[in-house]
C-alpha cells in the first residue's frame, strides 16, 4: 500500500449540492414535448409541408384572379384538357402498313408517340402510312387539322432508306404548315419508335393545365384544397368541442348519468361510419355544409369516448386529489389539472381525424354525394381525374399528389405528435 | 471445504445510451459457494441488478457492454460465451426469479405450460408424461394447494404470493446450481414475504442450489443470507458474514443503511427517523473518488480524490473506506452499534 | 364465456334492428315518392303505390317492412320494378365477396407478419421500410391507388390482367389493392403492440429460462401482442366493405359495390336502401365472429368462474 499524506486525511465532510446536482437541466412537460417533437424530423418536414400547403390554399386562387383572371368555375372549351406542359406534338396514328410486321404495338397516352415491338421488314414493296394530326372532337390541339404521310417500299429498301423516305415526304408535305413539325424515327434493337416533333414549353396561361371543361387545374386545385381543409378542419372542430363537452361531463359526473350516456354512444357506434354517412347524404340535400354536419355527426363520439376515458383516469390520480386536500375548487381543477393533461391525446386524435375527414369527403364525391358541382373539392378533382386517368393523368395525378400530401403530412405530424407527448417514451 | 461455484472478478458493465456512457458496474468482485446464499444490498441504481443479470448474460447486449473483468461459472468463463452456449446455461444452470410475479408471467399461457417450456427445452429426453409429472411436482414442492387443478391454470387466477411460487418452480424446474433471485419479495406483502423466503430456504436444503439474493430490505438480508454484499454506486463498498455486517459494519455507508431503519428502541434513536441526505452518484460522470463522499459526514480530503481500495477488518469481512485506513483518523462507530455488539458479546458468553 | 357470447349475438340483433329502423326512417325522410314520374298514369301509380304498400299508414309500414326483411325480402327497386333487391344481392355478391374474402385473408396475415418482422428489427431497414409502405398504404385513398396500380401494372408494364375475368390472377390487383389499407392499419398497430409486448417482462423470463429465440417470438410475443390486432380486424372488415365500392368501379368489376354507386345516381333509393342494410348486416356478423374468437382466444374471457382470490 502506498504511503498517503497526513495530510490526505484531514476531514471535509458533506457536500450535498454536488449530491444532490441533478446532471439533466429540467424542463416542464409541454417544453419537453416540445423538445422532443423538433428532434422528430419527419414531424417537422410535415409540419413545414402542410404549412406551405395551406398558405398555397389561401392564395393560389387570389393570384390566378389577379394573375389571368380564372376562378374554379370558369370554362374554356376550347381550351380544355391542357397539361401543364404544352406541345405542339400533334397526334400520330398508324394508318396503313404492308411493309414491317410486329409484335406490340403501343401508343402513348397523347398518342404522339407510337411504338413497335419485335419489328421485322417484309421482303416484298408495300405501302406505309402514318396520320399525323387528328381531325376528331377530342383532339387536344383543337383546331381539327390532319395530313397523310405516305410512302411506298421496294424490294431494296432496309430500314434506313424508309427512314429517309418518311422524312423526306413528312417534309414536303408539313413544310407550309408550322404547326406541324414531322416525324422523328427511331430504331433500337428489334423495336421502332415513330414520335412526332414539337417544342415543349410550360404552359404560361394555365399553370397546371386544364381539365375536360376548359377549367384551370391550378385554381381548382386551390379553391379544392380550401374547401376539403376547411370541410375537415371545422367538421373536426365539431367534433372535438361536442366530443370533450360530452365525454367531459360524462366523465366528470360519472354515476348513472354517465353509464346512461355511454349506453346511448355505443348504440351510436356500433354502426359504421361510413354507412352512416352515406345515408345521411342521401338524405339531406347535398352541400359544404351538409357534408361538414354528417362528418363531424359521425365521429363525435370517438373522440367522447377518449376524453371520458381521460376524465376518468386523471379524476383518480393522485395530483387532482392532492390539490383537492388543498382546497381547489372544481372549477380550478377542471381548468388546471384536467383539461391541459387531456390535451395532448386530444390534440393526437384531432390531428390524426383530419385526413379520415378528407378521405370521407373524397368517398362521398366518388359514390356522386359530394361537394356539388361546380363547386370543387380535392376529392372531386380525383374523382374527376381518375375517369379520365388513362388520356389525361395530370388531372388525376396532381390533385392527388395534393391530397396524398395533405394526408401523409397530418399522419406522420399525428404520429410525431403523440410519441412526444406520451411521458413514458421519454428518451 | 465447499466448492466455489460463482467467481466474479472485477467486473465491469457499461451501457452505452444516446446521451454517453452510463458505468453502470464499475469492478466488482465477488465469489459464491455451493450451497450458501450470499445477498447483494443496495438503493435503487447502484448496479446490483445489473451485476445479476450480467452472470446470465440478461442485459441485452447493445447497449450493455462488458467493459472488462471475469465471470467464472462452473469453471466456464461466462463472457466468452456465444449467445446459443448461454441458452444452454440459462434455465439449466442457473435460474432466475424476478421482482414483480404480476407482469413477469406469460398471461396467455397456463402456469403448468410455463413451467414445462424451460423443462421440455432443456431436457428433451423426458416423454411429455414424465415432464409433466415433474412440473406437478415442483408445483407441490412450492406448496400451490390443489397443484393438480392449478397447474391448468391462467396467471391472473393466482395470487400474487402464489405467483411468485410458481415463479420459483419455474426457475428451479431443472434443478440448477444456481438461483438469482432479483428482489423477489419486494412486490408482496410482508406476511407473504416471509412464507417465500421460508421456503426458499427450504428448497435451498432440498436441491441444494446457491443462491445470491438481491435486495434493499434489510430484513430480508437477515433473514436468509449467510453473507452479505453492499453495493453503492456501482462498486461493492462493503462485504462480510451477515452477523459480522450487523454487529460490526465499517462504512459509513452501511451505518447509513442499517440506521434507517426504523428501531423500535425509542430511546436510543431519539424519535428521529433517521435518513441519509442527498442523492446516489449519476453513473453517467461518476465522481473519481468514493462514490460515497458527497453524502457522507466524515469524508476526508482523499475521499473524494482517490477510490478507497478494500481494506481486509477480519476474515471476510472488507471495507472500502479510507477511514479503514491503518493512518487515518480513529472514528467512533455509531452509538447503535456499539451497543449491539456489546449485547452481542454478552450473549455469547451466557 | 357462453354468456360472453351470448351478449354479443343479443347486442348484434340489437343493433341490426336498429339500423333496419334507422333506414326506415330515413327512406320515409327522402323527398317525394319514386314514383313522381309526370308521365305517369294515375291509375299506374295508384296501384303500384298500393303494390309497394306505400299508402298504408307510416306504422303499419313498418311492421309489414320489418316483417319482410325477416324474411330476407329487402323489397323491389323503384326503378325497376319488376327486380327485387334480394335477387341482385344474390346475383352480384359473390363477386364481392370473391374480391373481398382474398383481401381480408392476404391483408391481415401480411399485416400482422409485417407488424412482426418491424418490431424485431426496430430502427433498422426492415422497419422503416415497413412503417413507409403503413404510411404509404393509409394515406394515398384507394381512388387513387385503384388507377395508379392499374395503369402501370396492368398497362405499362402488362404483367397483370387489368378487369376480372373469373381466373386467379386477374382477381390479384383489385383484392391486392382493396386489402392495401387494411394491410397498411394492420401492419402499424402490430408494430406497436409487438414493442410494447417486446419490453414486458415475462419476455425477460421467457429468455431466463434459456428458451431458443423462435420459440419466445411465437409463445410469448405474437401470442400476446396479437390480442388487441384481432380485435381490430372486424371493424377493418367494414373498411373492405367501403373500398370495395371503389374497387369495383375503378376495375370494372359487376359485383355488389359497383352496382352501389349507379343506384345513387340512378336515385333509386330502395335498392340503394336494401343494399345498405345488407352491408351493415354483413359488418355486424363479421365484428360479432371476431368477438367470439377474441373470446375463445384470450384467456382472461375464457374462464370467468375462477377468480383470482
Known amino acids: 500500500m502506498d504511503k498517503i499524506e497526513k495530510d490526505q486525511f484531514q476531514h471535509v465532510g458533506k457536500n450535498l449540492e454536488a449530491a444532490q446536482s441533478i446532471k439533466r437541466p429540467s424542463m416542464s412537460y409541454l417544453q419537453d414535448a416540445f423538445r422532443r417533437l423538433k428532434k422528430n424530423k419527419p414531424s417537422i418536414i410535415s409540419f413545414w409541408i402542410l404549412v406551405i400547403l395551406i398558405i398555397m390554399a389561401i392564395a393560389g386562387p387570389i393570384i390566378s384572379v389577379k394573375l389571368y383572371g380564372h376562378t374554379y368555375r370558369t370554362q374554356t372549351l376550347s381550351l380544355k384538357d391542357q397539361t401543364f406542359m404544352l406541345s405542339n406534338q400533334r397526334s400520330l396514328k398508324l394508318s396503313s402498313n404492308s411493309v414491317f410486321s410486329y409484335d406490340r404495338y403501343r401508343p402513348n397516352l397523347r398518342k404522339t408517340k407510337l411504338e413497335f415491338k419485335k419489328v421485322e421488314l417484309k421482303e416484298q414493296p408495300g405501302k406505309l402510312a402514318f396520320i399525323i394530326g387528328d381531325k376528331s372532337e377530342e383532339s387536344y390541339q383543337g383546331d381539327q387539322k390532319e395530313y397523310r404521310i405516305e410512302v411506298k417500299t421496294n424490294s431494296t429498301d432496309n430500314w434506313d432508306s424508309i427512314i429517309g423516305k418518311l422524312n423526306a415526304e413528312s417534309e414536303r408535305i408539313l413544310k407550309d404548315d408550322p404547326d406541324f413539325r414531322g416525324v422523328a424515327f427511331k430504331k433500337s434493337g428489334s423495336n421502332i419508335t415513330i414520335e412526332t416533333e414539337g417544342i415543349k414549353k410550360f404552359n404560361s396561361r394555365y399553370w397546371l393545365g386544364t381539365d375536360d371543361l376548359g377549367r384551370d387545374l391550378f385554381t381548382r386545385l386551390w379553391e379544392g384544397s380550401r374547401v376539403s381543409f376547411m370541410i375537415a378542419i371545422i367538421s373536426v372542430l365539431f367534433t372535438v368541442l361536442f366530443g370533450v363537452v360530452y365525454g367531459g361531463i360524462s366523465g366528470y359526473v360519472g354515476g348513472r348519468a354517465d353509464t346512461i350516456m355511454m349506453r346511448f354512444i355505443e348504440i351510436l357506434m356500433v354502426i359504421p361510419d361510413m354507412l352512416y354517412i352515406m345515408l345521411l347524404s342521401i338524405v339531406l340535400t347535398r352541400g359544404i355544409v351538409t357534408i361538414t354536419l354528417v362528418l363531424a355527426f359521425t365521429s363525435w363520439m370517438h373522440t367522447a369516448i377518449l376524453v371520458r376515458g381521460e376524465v376518468l383516469r386523471l379524476k383518480h390520480s393522485e395530483y387532482v386529489l392532492a390539490s383537492q386536500t388543498l382546497g381547489a375548487n372544481a372549477k380550478r381543477v377542471i381548468f388546471r389539472h384536467l383539461i391541459p393533461n387531456c390535451m395532448g391525446p386530444i390534440i393526437v386524435n384531432m390531428t390524426m381525424m383530419i385526413p379520415r375527414m378528407i378521405f370521407a369527403e373524397a368517398f362521398l364525391s366518388f359514390i356522386g354525394l359530394g361537394v356539388p358541382a361546380p363547386y370543387a373539392s380535392l376529392g372531386v378533382l380525383v374523382n374527376d381525374g381518375a375517369k379520365i386517368f388513362y388520356q389525361y393523368p395530370h388531372l388525376l395525378i396532381i390533385p392527388s399528389i395534393v391530397l396524398c400530401l395533405i394526408m401523409l403530412a397530418f399522419n406522420i405530424l399525428g404520429d410525431g405528435l403523440r410519441d412526444s407527448l406520451d411521458p413514458k417514451l421519454r428518451k | ?350 | 364465456m357462453v354468456k360472453y357470447i351470448l351478449k354479443r349475438i343479443f347486442y348484434a340483433i340489437l343493433t341490426i334492428l336498429c339500423i333496419a329502423t334507422i333506414t326506415f326512417a330515413l327512406m320515409k325522410a327522402l323527398p317525394g315518392d319514386p314514383f313522381h314520374n309526370e308521365k305517369m298514369k294515375p291509375e299506374l301509380r295508384q296501384a303500384l303505390l298500393q303494390k309497394y304498400g306505400l299508402d298504408l299508414p307510416v306504422s303499419q309500414q313498418y311492421f309489414k317492412y320489418m316483417n319482410n326483411l325477416v324474411h330476407g325480402d329487402l323489397g323491389l327497386s323503384y326503378k325497376y320494378v319488376n327486380r327485387p333487391v334480394s335477387q341482385v344481392i344474390k346475383n352480384s355478391f359473390p363477386k364481392s365477396f370473391a374480391l373481398g374474402w382474398r383481401a381480408m385473408v392476404y391483408s391481415s396475415i401480411f399485416g400482422i407478419l409485417f407488424g412482426v418482422i418491424a418490431a424485431l428489427k426496430h430502427q433498422k431497414a426492415p422497419d422503416y421500410i415497413i412503417i413507409f409502405i403503413s404510411i404509404v398504404g393509409v394515406s394515398v385513398p384507394s381512388i387513387v391507388m385503384g388507377p395508379l396500380l392499374a395503369y402501370y401494372f396492368g398497362v405499362n408494364l402488362g404483367w397483370l390482367p387489368v378487369t376480372v375475368d373469373g381466373t386467379q390472377i386477374s382477381m390479384l390487383l383489385p383484392s391486392f389493392t382493396l386489402g392495401l389499407s387494411t394491410l397498411a392499419f394492420v401492419s402499424r398497430l402490430m408494430r406497436s403492440t409487438t414493442l410494447e409486448v417486446l419490453g414486458q417482462d415475462y419476455i425477460q423470463t421467457a429468455k431466463s429460462k434459456g428458451l431458443p429465440t423462435s420459440k419466445i417470438v411465437w409463445r410469448h410475443v405474437v401470442r400476446n401482442a396479437i390480442m388487441p390486432v384481432i380485435s381490430v380486424l372486424g371493424p377493418s372488415f367494414a373498411a373492405i366493405i367501403t373500398g370495395s365500392i371503389v374497387i369495383e368501379n375503378v376495375f370494372a368489376v359487376s359485383g355488389l359495390g359497383g352496382y352501389f354507386v349507379s343506384t345513387i345516381t340512378d336515385q333509386d333509393y330502395s335498392m340503394t336502401m336494401g343494399i345498405t342494410l345488407f352491408y351493415a348486416v354483413l359488418i355486424i356478423t363479421a365484428i360479432l365472429l371476431v368477438d367470439i374468437a377474441y373470446g375463445l382466444v384470450d384467456p382472461r374471457l375464457k374462464i370467468t368462474s375462477k377468480g383470482s382470490e
Open chain 2, 1 to 350: 471445504m465447499k466448492k466455489k461455484i460463482l467467481e466474479v472478478e472485477n467486473l465491469q458493465v457499461s451501457f452505452d445510451t444516446y446521451a454517453g456512457e452510463i458505468q453502470a458496474v464499475r469492478g466488482v468482485s465477488f465469489d459464491l459457494f455451493e450451497g450458501e446464499t450470499l445477498a447483494i444490498v443496495g438503493e435503487s441504481g447502484c448496479g446490483k441488478s445489473v451485476t445479476a443479470k450480467s452472470i446470465m448474460r440478461l442485459n441485452p447486449e447493445p447497449p450493455a457492454r462488458f467493459k472488462g473483468g471475469k465471470i467464472i461459472f462452473n469453471g466456464e468463463d461466462i463472457i466468452a460465451k456465444s449467445e446459443m452456449e448461454m441458452r444452454e446455461i440459462r434455465g439449466k444452470n442457473i435460474g432466475m426469479i424476478f421482482q414483480d410475479p404480476m407482469t413477469s408471467l406469460n398471461p396467455t399461457m397456463t402456469i403448468g405450460k410455463q413451467i414445462l417450456e424451460g423443462l421440455r427445452s432443456h431436457k428433451s429426453t423426458l416423454t411429455s408424461k414424465e415432464a409433466n409429472i415433474v412440473a406437478l411436482d415442483m408445483l407441490k414442492l412450492v406448496q400451490i394447494p390443489n397443484a393438480k387443478e392449478r397447474i391448468n391454470e391462467y396467471p391472473h387466477q393466482f395470487s400474487g404470493g402464489m405467483r411468485q411460487r410458481a415463479m420459483i418452480a419455474i426457475a428451479l424446474v431443472c434443478n440448477p446450481k444456481l438461483l438469482i433471485a432479483d428482489e423477489p419479495t419486494t412486490a408482496l406483502d410482508v406476511t407473504i414475504q416471509a412464507q417465500i423466503l421460508e421456503l426458499m430456504k427450504d428448497l435451498q436444503k432440498k436441491i441444494n442450489t446457491s443462491i445470491i439474493m438481491i435486495t434493499h430490505d434489510l430484513g430480508v438480508v437477515a433473514n436468509i443470507s449467510q453473507r452479505v454484499v453492499v453495493m453503492y454506486g456501482g462498486k461493492i463498498v462493503e462485504y462480510a458474514d451477515t452477523d459480522e455486517l450487523y454487529y460490526n459494519p465499517k462504512h459509513p455507508y452501511t451505518w447509513g443503511l442499517l440506521s434507517s431503519v426504523p428501531s423500535v428502541d425509542v430511546v436510543k434513536t431519539d424519535n428521529k427517523l433517521s435518513s441519509i441526505e442527498g442523492t446516489p452518484p449519476d453513473l453517467f460522470a461518476p465522481p473519481l473518488g468514493c462514490p460515497f463522499a458527497d453524502r457522507c459526514e466524515y469524508s476526508m480530503k482523499i475521499c473524494r480524490e482517490k477510490m478507497p481500495p478494500h481494506f481486509i477488518i477480519s476474515e471476510g469481512h472488507g471495507s472500502a473506506c479510507w477511514l479503514s485506513h491503518p493512518d487515518a483518523p480513529k472514528v467512533q462507530t455509531p452509538s447503535l452499534f456499539v451497543g449491539r455488539k456489546l449485547s452481542l458479546e454478552k450473549r455469547g458468553e451466557n
